[in-house]
Each structure stands twice: as structure tokens, then as C-alpha cells.
């Protein structure tokens, strides 16, 4: 049963939103990390700036274009594209802070998904969605951006790869926010909180294990072959069966049971002597022969069974 939060329809921008600091902070934070790739790949002034924009708003611009409230965070924010602007300047005038920290981009990176998704997740649960677009749009804000800034550089992006957790991340992240504020009754800083530390502690905990994210397994091998099994299993129980319906009338009423021999490819060269192992026959058929009626009592007419009985 859908809560009573989400099952109407329209905004209710007072439910649960979270503070605007948070989302400023979300901003600050995903353009940081477009500016450390940037850094990374030695690009201009303008490369700075879009990855900047891309990481600190591509996210939430995925998520607004499905939304379709006309409530496009970019647009609407009178603070969200001079953030990113004066970040990425800043990355590109100083860029010896950044490179000082060698694992600071990694950091940023999963900071900035865990505060998209509560970001993410909040907006949803405000425009009253079903728990399904809840978790779909806390995870877009989420990965978005950092799919769309590997896009624009020409790789394939990250939650695309076999890797350590990253889109994994953000679904459990989406999730958590999503029963603490529906489910616990909890405030929307905390939530926003605890889902940003489950977000960072499933990646760390993937980092340190070598956890990766499954690639693609090939059942198809293993389930024909199951068929197949099942198939001739059922084939040779059918023919059992045959065999048994036969001998019940083999030597009633006149019927005779005639076993016609198909030539065995193991006797076809092979010399029998009285050291030979018991062998097999191959039957190709049993014809019944009524000598009283020209009609088989129970509808039972010559008719072609392979098996292999032993002598």
C-alpha cells in the first residue's frame, strides 16, 4: 500500500523537503569533482566550467527533464549556475591545491553522489511519486552527471563498467532516504545524512574488498541442457510406458508381439564369443498381430518404439 505521502497527485513542496543549503552543498561538491577530471586531463578554461556545470547540475537536470513539473532546478536557482561557474574558475586558476590530495577525487566523487541521491530522492517524494520513481530519481541525480562528464570526454561511463560499487551505491542510497522519511518519520537533514554515509560506506567497503559489480553470465548453456535432460527423461518414461501397455496384452486373446531387430553399430563388426559382455538390442519396432478381430481392444496398433531392453 502506497503511503498516504505519495498517493495523491501534485506538489507539496512543504512535506519533506530537504534544507536549500544541502542542495547548494550537493552543487558545491559536484563540480569539485568535475574539476578534478578536468585537472586530470589538462584541459582549458571552458573544459573546466562545463565539467563543472555537468558534475555539479547534470544530475539534477536528467531528473527534472523526467519529472516535468517545470521546476528545473538549474533555471529556477538563482545561486546554482554562478556556483559552478565560480568553481570551475577556481579549479582552473589553482589547480596545484586539487592535485596535493591524490585521493581526494574519489572521495568527492562518492560524497557527491550520496548528497544527489538524497537531493534526488527528496524531490520525488515532494512531487508525491511511487516508491519505484522514488529510488529511479534519487539514483539518475545521483550518476547522472558523472555519466554525463564521462560522456562529453568520450569514455564510456563509469556505472556502465564492471567495477567496484558506484550505481549500486546510489540505489541503496536512494532506498534508505526513501524509508526514513516515509517508513521512520525521520527529518529530512538526517536522512539526507544517514544515506549519504550508507552511499559512502557500500563503496569504501567495495574499494577494500575488491567488491565488483557482476558482469554478464550465459545461462542459455545451462538451461538447454536442463531441457534436454527433462526432454529425453520423458521421452524414454513414454516409452516405458508403451512397453508396458504391450506386455499386458502379449499372449491374451490371441495377440502375438513381434520384436523386429534394427542392427546394433556395435554388432555390425564384432564378432560375439562367449566372453562378450551381455549385449544389447536395438528394437525398431513391435508389430501386434490380432488373430481374432481385425481392432485392437484399447486402441492399440502397431506402432514404432526404440528403446534398448536387455537380453
Same mark, same amino acid.
Given at each position: 500500500?502506497?503511503?498516504?505521502?505519495?498517493?495523491?497527485?501534485?506538489?507539496?513542496?512543504?512535506?519533506?523537503?530537504?534544507?536549500?543549503?544541502?542542495?547548494?552543498?550537493?552543487?558545491?561538491?559536484?563540480?569539485?569533482?568535475?574539476?578534478?577530471?578536468?585537472?586530470?586531463?589538462?584541459?582549458?578554461?571552458?573544459?573546466?566550467?562545463?565539467?563543472?556545470?555537468?558534475?555539479?547540475?547534470?544530475?539534477?537536470?536528467?531528473?527534472?527533464?523526467?519529472?516535468?513539473?517545470?521546476?528545473?532546478?538549474?533555471?529556477?536557482?538563482?545561486?546554482?549556475?554562478?556556483?559552478?561557474?565560480?568553481?570551475?574558475?577556481?579549479?582552473?586558476?589553482?589547480?596545484?591545491?586539487?592535485? =596535493?590530495?591524490?585521493?581526494?577525487?574519489?572521495?568527492?566523487?562518492?560524497?557527491?553522489?550520496?548528497?544527489?541521491?538524497?537531493?534526488?530522492?527528496?524531490?520525488?517524494?515532494?512531487? =508525491?511519486?511511487?516508491?519505484?520513481?522514488?529510488?529511479?530519481?534519487?539514483?539518475?541525480?545521483?550518476?547522472?552527471?558523472?555519466?554525463?562528464?564521462?560522456?562529453?570526454?568520450?569514455?564510456?561511463?563509469?556505472?556502465?563498467?564492471?567495477?567496484?560499487?558506484? $550505481?549500486?551505491?546510489?540505489?541503496?542510497?536512494?532506498?534508505?532516504?526513501?524509508?526514513?522519511?516515509?517508513? $521512520?518519520?525521520?527529518?529530512?537533514?538526517?536522512?539526507?545524512?544517514?544515506?549519504?554515509?550508507?552511499?559512502?560506506?557500500?563503496?569504501?567497503?567495495?574499494?577494500?574488498?575488491?567488491?565488483?559489480?557482476?558482469?554478464?553470465?550465459?545461462?542459455?548453456?545451462?538451461?538447454?541442457?536442463?531441457?534436454?535432460?527433462?526432454?529425453?527423461?520423458?521421452?524414454?518414461?513414454?516409452?516405458?510406458?508403451?512397453?508396458?501397455?504391450?506386455?499386458?496384452?502379449?499372449?491374451?486373446?490371441?495377440?502375438?508381439?513381434?520384436?523386429?531387430?534394427?542392427?546394433?553399430?556395435?554388432?555390425?563388426?564384432?564378432?560375439?564369443?562367449?566372453?562378450?559382455?551381455?549385449?544389447?538390442?536395438?528394437?525398431?519396432?513391435?508389430?501386434?498381430?490380432?488373430?481374432?478381430?481385425?481392432?485392437?481392444?484399447?486402441?492399440?496398433?502397431?506402432?514404432?518404439?526404440?528403446?534398448?531392453?536387455?537380453?
Amino acid at each position: 500500500m502506497i503511503p498516504e505521502l505519495i498517493s495523491a497527485s501534485g506538489p507539496d513542496v512543504t512535506a519533506v523537503a530537504i534544507p536549500a543549503w544541502l542542495d547548494a552543498s550537493a552543487v558545491a561538491v559536484g563540480s569539485v569533482s568535475g574539476i578534478l577530471v578536468a585537472t586530470e586531463r589538462k584541459l582549458d578554461l571552458v573544459g573546466f566550467i562545463v565539467l563543472a556545470m555537468l558534475g555539479g547540475l547534470g544530475g539534477g537536470l536528467i531528473r527534472d527533464l523526467i519529472i516535468q513539473h517545470n521546476d528545473v532546478y538549474m533555471v529556477n536557482s538563482p545561486y546554482a549556475i554562478p556556483m559552478t561557474v565560480l568553481v570551475g574558475c577556481g579549479g582552473f586558476l589553482f589547480p596545484s591545491l586539487l592535485t =596535493r590530495f591524490p585521493h581526494l577525487i574519489e572521495w568527492v566523487d562518492i560524497i557527491s553522489v550520496g548528497l544527489f541521491v538524497a537531493a534526488g530522492s527528496d524531490k520525488a517524494i515532494v512531487y =508525491r511519486m511511487n516508491p519505484w520513481a522514488v529510488v529511479l530519481m534519487g539514483t539518475v541525480t545521483g550518476v547522472g552527471g558523472g555519466m554525463l562528464r564521462d560522456i562529453f570526454l568520450g569514455n564510456t561511463p563509469r556505472i556502465f563498467q564492471r567495477s567496484n560499487f558506484y $550505481a549500486i551505491c546510489a540505489v541503496a542510497g536512494a532506498i534508505t532516504f526513501y524509508m526514513l522519511i516515509i517508513h $521512520a518519520n525521520v527529518t529530512g537533514e538526517w536522512a539526507t545524512a544517514i544515506s549519504v554515509a550508507v552511499v559512502i560506506l557500500m563503496r569504501r567497503l567495495s574499494l577494500h574488498f575488491n567488491i565488483l559489480s557482476p558482469a554478464n553470465v550465459d545461462l542459455a548453456p545451462v538451461v538447454t541442457k536442463k531441457v534436454r535432460v527433462i526432454y529425453h527423461l520423458a521421452q524414454e518414461d513414454g516409452k516405458e510406458n508403451s512397453r508396458r501397455i504391450l506386455r499386458k496384452f502379449e499372449g491374451r486373446g490371441g495377440y502375438q508381439i513381434t520384436y523386429v531387430e534394427q542392427p546394433s553399430p556395435d554388432n555390425t563388426h564384432h564378432k560375439s564369443s562367449a566372453t562378450d559382455a551381455p549385449r544389447t538390442r536395438v528394437i525398431d519396432r513391435i508389430e501386434i498381430e490380432d488373430n481374432d478381430s481385425p481392432e485392437v481392444p484399447g486402441g492399440i496398433s502397431s506402432q514404432d518404439i526404440s528403446g534398448k531392453p536387455q537380453e
